[in-house]
């Protein structure tokens, strides 16, 4: 039986990078705005990237290689958003410079201008030169690499917290008029009597279900795609190619000096970057095409496929400790010919309408989801006959509409946030994380805060009681792995630590009547697969 039927604009199926970027953008033009998810908020692929905001060094080398506009374009649109993503919410992102290390001349002067090109490409929005490193400056920046190397090529990208940011442009397009309900899956689209979809009906754990009518419907659901485009036209062709990227973070800090490694030639033909993550070393990735339901399923043959190559460019640290591990799933759009190596597909999007008028935003990669949901926005045009209103200026939670004012007021917030917090020795690294989390509401929420519920509960990433309540009440946070692993990065860290903290995530649930006895297992104690 269906209830509560609601009247909307548009409405989003999938709050990952792309439905929560398009609800923004959607909702920043007027709309009226409904995001559904089937789990968390940024629960799937889009929280478990490589946490980099970059143009592409493969795909610049592809295109070369295979004289591949589409890459060329890629490349370039990718580098523009990477600048974009690192002005707008400067407390998520960060500059982060990358080491190609070299064997010979001809190679540091191959990579020289490759790099030099990946420069040229980003035009007056580079944020840093490409540059030639000695094999003594190479020491200096990676001292546990290998000594056979001759030096590298430095260049920068952008490093950024994926799922805080996935959340924050949900949560920014509800604070502009959005409705968001997660843990509801579409079962059923309805048409009217010109066969266009008018309606979707959701239906959640309880069996609830909602009609949920729309002028436009989207469906921005990544690697399941196919699943309902199949369901609004049972005939439709699948597009989606799945391939699970494995990551892992080493106890040991192989980056001291915040400065990230490249592997640039594998035997399959991947890149592996070794990058600094929180005072330890995230590794990845591995490119495995697989069915949608083993994205989350790394294998051994994954995993040891990354340490080996550790094992190899960091010699001398003889033992690598994993104390974390995930997996997600890219959605590549199928190429057009048969058996092609998933890291040779590009990462370029297509967005689809069917005849009964369902839009279907499908590939792309975290960095050019804004792109993505600009050209989706033109299909909404087209299907609802008209322009869309122009687009206000509304800023992504935590920051305001200029980028230097907010740098500014985020060092003003960061003294007045000393004065509040427990004057101890993680008093500074509790401050960071604070900022780099929340932005400008961080202050607001401490100043709102007990002080007993200030007080840290992890060396780690330093949490405290407030957070969880904060999570709970205005981030949709809903169980322990909801505020471990994406409202914080504990999780994708250490998972030893996540375990040791959630009892305070199921403490925080039942002091708020949220029900806990339907937690799992999995969530309870953690066991993430996340």
Same mark, same amino acid.
Request: glycine share 6%.
């Given at each position: 039986?269906?209830?509560?039927?609601?009247?909307?604009?548009?409405?989003?199926?999938?709050?990952?990078?792309?439905?929560?970027?398009?609800?923004?953008?959607?909702?920043?033009?007027?709309?009226?705005?409904?995001?559904?998810?089937?789990?968390?908020?940024?629960?799937?692929?889009?929280?478990?990237?490589?946490?980099?905001?970059?143009?592409?060094?493969?795909?610049?080398?592809?295109?070369?290689?295979?004289?591949?506009?589409?890459?060329?374009?890629?490349?370039?649109?990718?580098?523009?958003?990477?600048?974009?993503?690192?002005?707008?919410?400067?407390?998520?992102?960060?500059?982060?410079?990358?080491?190609?290390?070299?064997?010979?001349?001809?190679?540091?002067?191959?990579?020289?201008?490759?790099?030099?090109?990946?420069?040229?490409?980003?035009?007056?929005?580079?944020?840093?030169?490409?540059?030639?490193?000695?094999?003594?400056?190479?020491?200096? %920046?990676?001292?546990?690499?290998?000594?056979?190397?001759?030096?590298?090529? %430095?260049?920068?990208?952008?490093?950024?917290?994926?799922?805080?940011?996935?959340?924050?442009?949900?949560?920014?397009?509800?604070?502009?008029?959005?409705?968001?309900?997660?843990?509801?899956?579409?079962?059923?689209?309805?048409?009217?009597?010109?066969?266009?979809? $008018?309606?979707?009906?959701?239906?959640?754990?309880?069996?609830?279900?909602?009609?949920?009518?729309?002028? %436009?419907?989207?469906?921005?659901?990544?690697?399941?795609?196919?699943?309902?485009?199949?369901? %609004?036209?049972?005939?439709?062709?699948?597009?989606?190619?799945?391939?699970?990227?494995?990551?892992?973070?080493?106890?040991?800090?192989? $980056?001291?000096?915040?400065?990230?490694?490249?592997?640039?030639?594998?035997?399959?033909?991947?890149?592996?970057?070794?990058?600094?993550?929180?005072?330890?070393?995230?590794?990845?990735?591995?490119?495995?095409?697989?069915?949608?339901?083993?994205?989350?399923?790394?294998?051994?043959?994954?995993?040891?496929?990354?340490?080996?190559?550790?094992?190899?460019?960091?010699?001398?640290?003889?033992?690598?400790?994993?104390?974390? +591990?995930?997996?997600?799933?890219?959605?590549?759009?199928?190429?057009?010919?048969?058996?092609?190596?998933?890291?040779?597909?590009?990462?370029?999007?297509?967005?689809?309408?069917?005849?009964?008028?369902?839009?279907?935003?499908?590939?792309?990669?975290?960095?050019?989801?804004?792109?993505?949901?600009?050209?989706?926005?033109?299909?909404?045009?087209?299907?609802?006959?008209? +322009?869309?209103?122009?687009?206000?200026?509304?800023?992504?939670?935590?920051?305001?509409?200029?980028?230097?004012?907010?740098?500014?007021?985020?060092?003003?917030?960061?003294?007045?946030?000393?004065?509040?917090?427990?004057?101890?020795?993680?008093?500074?690294?509790?401050?960071?994380?604070?900022?780099?989390?929340?932005?400008?509401?961080?202050?607001?929420?401490?100043?709102?805060?007990?002080?007993?519920?200030?007080?840290?509960?992890?060396?780690?990433?330093?949490? $405290?009681?407030? +957070?969880?309540?904060?999570?709970?009440?205005?981030?949709?946070?809903?169980?322990?792995?909801?505020?471990?692993?994406?409202?914080?990065?504990?999780?994708?860290?250490?998972?030893?630590?996540?375990?040791?903290?959630?009892?305070?995530?199921?403490?925080?649930?039942?002091?708020?009547?949220?029900?806990? +006895?339907?937690?799992?297992?999995?969530?309870?104690?953690?066991?993430?697969?996340?």
């Amino acid at each position: 039986m269906t209830h509560n039927t609601q009247n909307f604009d548009l409405l989003v199926i999938g709050a990952g990078a792309t439905g929560s970027c398009l609800a923004y953008e959607a909702s920043c033009r007027g709309l009226k705005v409904a995001l559904l998810d089937s789990g968390d908020i940024g629960g799937g692929t889009s929280c478990r990237s490589t946490k980099l905001l970059h143009g592409g060094v493969r795909y610049l080398e592809l295109a070369f290689k295979t004289f591949d506009l589409a890459q060329l374009k890629l490349v370039r649109e990718a580098l523009l958003e990477r600048e974009y993503w690192l002005k707008q919410v400067p407390f998520l992102t960060r500059r982060i410079d990358l080491v190609l290390p070299t064997e010979s001349l001809f190679q540091k002067g191959y990579y020289q201008i490759g790099l030099g090109i990946y420069d040229a490409l980003a035009g007056e929005r580079s944020i840093a030169h490409s540059r030639i490193l000695s094999k003594k400056q190479l020491k200096i %920046a990676l001292p546990f690499l290998r000594e056979d190397l001759n030096g590298g090529v %430095a260049y920068s990208d952008g490093q950024f917290d994926d799922a805080r940011l996935n959340l924050l442009l949900a949560l920014t397009a509800k604070r502009a008029g959005a409705f968001i309900k997660t843990r509801c899956q579409v079962i059923e689209f309805e048409k009217n009597a010109n066969g266009k979809l $008018c309606a979707a009906i959701s239906e959640d754990s309880n069996g609830q279900q909602n009609r949920w009518n729309a002028k %436009a419907i989207v469906n921005a659901t990544g690697i399941y795609s196919d699943r309902l485009r199949q369901i %609004a036209n049972s005939s439709v062709e699948q597009r989606m190619l799945t391939s699970r990227g494995v990551h892992l973070v080493t106890a040991e800090n192989l $980056c001291p000096q915040n400065i990230g490694l490249i592997i640039p030639k594998t035997n399959d033909g991947r890149v592996v970057f070794a990058l600094p993550f929180h005072g330890r070393t995230l590794v990845g990735t591995t490119d495995k095409p697989c069915h949608f339901n083993e994205v989350c399923q790394p294998s051994e043959q994954e995993k040891n496929y990354l340490i080996n190559y550790i094992r190899s460019w960091f010699p001398k640290t003889k033992k690598h400790h994993i104390t974390s +591990e995930w997996s997600g799933g890219r959605p590549l759009l199928k190429p057009l010919k048969e058996r092609v190596q998933t890291s040779r597909v590009v990462r370029e999007h297509e967005i689809e309408i069917l005849p009964c008028g369902l839009i279907s935003a499908m590939g792309g990669k975290w960095t050019t989801c804004r792109p993505i949901a600009l050209d989706t926005l033109k299909a909404v045009e087209e299907v609802m006959s008209h +322009e869309l209103p122009k687009r206000k200026q509304i800023p992504i939670i935590g920051s305001t509409n200029n980028p230097s004012l907010t740098i500014k007021l985020l060092y003003e917030h960061k003294e007045k946030l000393k004065l509040l917090l427990p004057n101890n020795k993680l008093q500074d690294k509790q401050t960071t994380h604070l900022l780099s989390n929340y932005g400008l509401e961080a202050l607001p929420m401490i100043e709102n805060t007990p002080e007993k519920d200030r007080q840290p509960l992890s060396n780690l990433i330093p949490i $405290c009681k407030a +957070e969880f309540k904060h999570w709970i009440e205005n981030e949709y946070a809903q169980t322990p792995t909801d505020m471990l692993a994406r409202r914080c990065r504990v999780a994708m860290i250490d998972i030893k630590e996540a375990k040791n903290l959630s009892s305070h995530a199921v403490k925080a649930l039942r002091s708020r009547g949220l029900p806990t +006895e339907k937690l799992t297992l999995e969530d309870n104690p953690i066991r993430l697969q996340i």
